[in-house]
């Protein structure tokens, strides 16, 4: 089988790995396999190479395209193959960077390995100096993340579920705090740690829906990361059944979930929140139909605030305040004091979501209805 033949495969098998925030590409081109736009935080497309390495993988996730039981053409690229295959897109400008990830093919120190080589290839052999995501395998050893880690400009560990009987609904083969928790925890400590990338992050990513789960379990979860953490970001995948797996007869979760879920996660891990702020229904998820900001907001007792006098933390909680805006309307106020609505409306405030949480100089803008 060609290269190109083995790419189409492998690729296609890496959609699942996320690297942005909105709705994701389920194929590549045909004729250039491996190609997705992924979307910046400021909006511009990222063209990458997303592949694995190999879809062999000895794990039962049983909603995975890969898992050890499903029946389907498995294969593998040689380092050599894939370093290859990715410099001819990106001398020729078609990619920015590389999204390398793999199934687990034999035991983890080895597949670990040959992305570390293929990784290294294009660094020392190459001289490639551009964008390389690498996902780390659940249960890497301390010394595989550590080389990983001074390879490439951002690395990620899934953690798949928000507790251990998430996961173990999910897959078998996984320890949720040996594998992946702790693996976590490494991946932290050694950040900034590399000499050659020094600034490099890192991310990760849960399943949404396919466990029973709630938005609060999740959020919950994720509060706990980013306290003991500098984790960059989360991304959060919603499930799609596949044929030939045992959840392929599981309802598909909402991407309007995911979306929330992206909301009040960019509270805890932007602004600051607390979990304890967020409104939940009955079964502990999240408004579908209202925003989360929103819904805290008309749960506080301290709007509306003063625009001149608000301390930053308050200003934040403001719907239609960001953390710019907040910055900069208290270094604008330090000088000269606001007057009206307008002067915010510049700042890039939405004037219409904040109006009824605000006052200026003692003036309620307006009200909300509860």
């Not at 709705?23 to 997303?50: D, M, R, W």
């Amino acid at each position: 089988m060609s290269t190109l033949e083995k790419m189409k495969i492998l690729t296609d098998s890496a959609q699942y790995d996320l690297c942005d925030y909105v709705s994701h590409n389920k194929s590549s081109q045909v004729n250039l396999p491996g190609i997705y736009e992924a979307t910046g935080h400021n909006g511009c497309k990222i063209p990458l190479f997303k592949t694995l390495l190999t879809n062999k993988c000895k794990n039962d996730c049983k909603y995975c395209i890969n898992q050890s039981k499903r029946n389907f053409t498995r294969l593998e690229l040689s380092p050599e193959e894939l370093a290859k295959a990715f410099l001819g897109y990106y001398n020729r400008g078609i990619v920015n960077g590389l999204f390398l990830s793999s199934g687990i093919s034999g035991d983890v120190d080895s597949t670990m390995e040959k992305q570390i080589e293929t990784v290294h290839l294009l660094r020392n052999k190459y001289g490639y100096d551009d964008y390389i995501h690498l996902k780390v395998v659940p249960g890497a050893s301390k010394d595989s993340i550590k080389r990983a880690m001074a390879l490439a400009n951002r690395v990620s560990i899934n953690i798949e579920a928000a507790t251990p009987s998430g996961l173990s609904e999910l897959s078998s083969t996984k320890d949720y705090n040996k594998d992946i928790l702790k693996r976590l925890s490494w991946i932290n400590s050694l950040e900034n740690a590399s000499t050659t990338y020094p600034n490099s992050t890192h991310t990760t990513q849960l399943i949404v829906g396919a466990n029973s789960e709630s938005d609060k379990e999740i959020l919950q979860r994720m509060e706990k990361i980013y306290k003991k953490s500098d984790l960059k970001r989360t991304y959060f995948s919603a499930f799609t059944p596949v044929e030939g797996t045992e959840f392929s007869a599981k309802e598909a979760c909402s991407t309007d979930r995911t979306a929330k879920l992206y909301n009040a996660d960019s509270l805890l891990n932007d602004y600051h929140y607390k979990v304890k702020e967020l409104v939940f229904d009955e079964n502990d998820k999240l408004s579908l139909t209202t925003d989360p900001k929103i819904l805290a907001a008309k749960n506080m007792d301290i709007f509306p605030v003063e625009i001149n006098r608000a301390p930053f933390v308050d200003l934040i909680r403001v719907p239609g305040i960001g953390v710019k805006s907040a910055r900069q309307i208290i270094s604008i106020r330090k000088k000269i004091p606001f007057t009206k609505k307008e002067q915010l409306k510049k700042l890039g405030v939405v004037v219409d979501r904040a109006e009824p949480y605000i006052k200026i100089r003692g003036e309620i803008q307006t009200t909300f209805d509860l």
